[in-house]
């Protein structure tokens, strides 16, 4: 029987093996995991636990927020707050950033998540997760603002996800890699079932939400059209298409088997540069693909590079297999 290695085990090697984590990001880490089985639990019931369809608030980005929004959101926080390491979060479905209460000590981190993503599959029990970013409390000792969390995604120390799909999977890098946790739901633990995870640099899969085609700009016509145009034209192969509609699942679909996912400016909203969300959804998945040997940019710079200016700010995703994602880049750029 191969040696099973659980998530804490992991973490505890990363910590005292590679030096990699200090103990309060591998005790943060711990935490986020313990939030996402409770979370897959809730999840996982579905109508028997009354947790379908919507609340009767919209949150920030304007958009009708699920209960399981709202609830994965409290779990986090709940799980979070006390434990020391953190000075704050941030999340989708908080407009301004949640503080540590003085009544817990402030640790030196900051935590940011979407809670639910993919919220529109939920009530059709197709694969949604949570996505999560860490990023360390600047030097200086004043206390915390938003202002803290504007860094750019080069400077995560810890980024993942957990999809919520037939199994249950914790994705998460440390910089060391990206590693995969499948749980198992008897012990209760995550195990560990993928490490090195490594993403092919060509691919014959895209993800795209085809729908706005007529809304796209110039370029990713010209790269969806191409692939479109199969063995035939110039790319001289043909493509597959998938679009789950859950970034975590598309994104998990990528690193397990490599692909390219295009969510990009279109002209609906054209003063919004996209639709997904920098700091807790092209971030976090911008580094583990990156991690993964694979590249995301917005069509004209690296993700990770981008200096964020406001804690909800969209932009434009594309990702996955490094030499779809050049080639489309290049079709922005022109280089
Ligand atoms: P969220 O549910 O957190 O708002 O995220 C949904 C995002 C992302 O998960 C997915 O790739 C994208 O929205 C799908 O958008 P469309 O429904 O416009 O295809
Ligand atoms: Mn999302
Ligand atoms: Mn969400």
């Known amino acids: 029987?191969?040696?099973?290695?659980?998530?804490?085990?992991?973490?505890?090697?990363?910590?005292?093996?590679?030096?990699?984590?200090?103990?309060?990001?591998?005790?943060?880490?711990?935490?986020?995991?313990?939030?996402?089985?409770?979370?897959?639990?809730?999840?996982?019931?579905?109508?028997?636990?009354?947790?379908?369809?919507?609340?009767?608030?919209?949150?920030?980005?304007?958009?009708?927020?699920?209960?399981?929004?709202?609830?994965?959101?409290?779990?986090?926080?709940?799980?979070?707050?006390?434990?020391?390491?953190?000075?704050a979060m941030a999340s989708e479905e908080m407009e301004g950033i949640y503080v540590v209460p003085n009544r817990y000590p402030q640790g030196e981190y900051l935590l940011l998540f979407d809670p639910l993503d993919g919220s529109s599959n939920i009530d059709v029990n197709v694969s949604i997760g949570t996505i999560f970013s860490v990023l360390k409390m600047p030097e200086d000792d004043r206390g915390v603002d938003e202002g803290d969390f504007l860094q750019p995604g080069h400077r995560q120390v810890a980024a993942g996800y957990c999809v919520y799909g037939p199994q249950t999977t914790l994705v998460l890098t440390v910089g060391d890699g990206v590693a995969m946790f499948t749980?198992?739901?008897?012990?209760?633990?995550?195990?560990?079932?993928?490490?090195?995870?490594?993403?092919?640099?060509?691919?014959?899969?895209?993800?795209?939400?085809?729908?706005?085609?007529r809304h796209w700009d110039e370029p990713v016509k010209r790269y969806v059209d191409e692939c479109l145009a199969g063995k035939e034209g110039p790319r001289g192969k043909d493509f597959n298409m998938r679009w789950v509609a859950s970034m975590v699942a598309d994104v998990h679909r990528i690193l397990t088997r490599g692909g390219v996912f295009l969510y990009p400016w279109d002209k609906r909203e054209p003063d919004k540069p996209g639709k997904l969300r920098l700091m807790y959804e092209a971030n976090p998945m911008g580094w583990l693909i990156e991690q993964a040997g694979g590249a995301a940019t917005n069509g004209r710079e690296r993700i990770l590079d981008i200096q964020p200016a406001k804690l909800h700010e969209r932009v434009s995703v594309i990702l996955g297999s490094k030499n779809e994602v050049e080639r489309a880049t290049r079709y922005h750029t022109g280089l």
């Open 183 to 213: 749980l198992d739901r008897e012990q209760g633990s995550f195990v560990l079932t993928r490490e090195n995870v490594q993403i092919p640099p060509d691919t014959q899969e895209f993800a795209i939400n085809m729908s706005n085609m």
């Open 1 to 87: 029987m191969t040696k099973r290695i659980s998530l804490t085990r992991y973490l505890v090697e990363q910590q005292r093996v590679d030096g990699h984590i200090p103990a309060q990001l591998r005790l943060l880490l711990e935490v986020v995991a313990r939030a996402c089985k409770s979370i897959s639990q809730a999840v996982n019931k579905g109508d028997l636990g009354g947790v379908l369809g919507v609340a009767t608030t919209e949150n920030v980005q304007g958009e009708m927020q699920k209960q399981l929004d709202i609830i994965a959101n409290e779990v986090l926080i709940e799980a979070n707050e006390w434990g020391g390491h953190l000075a």
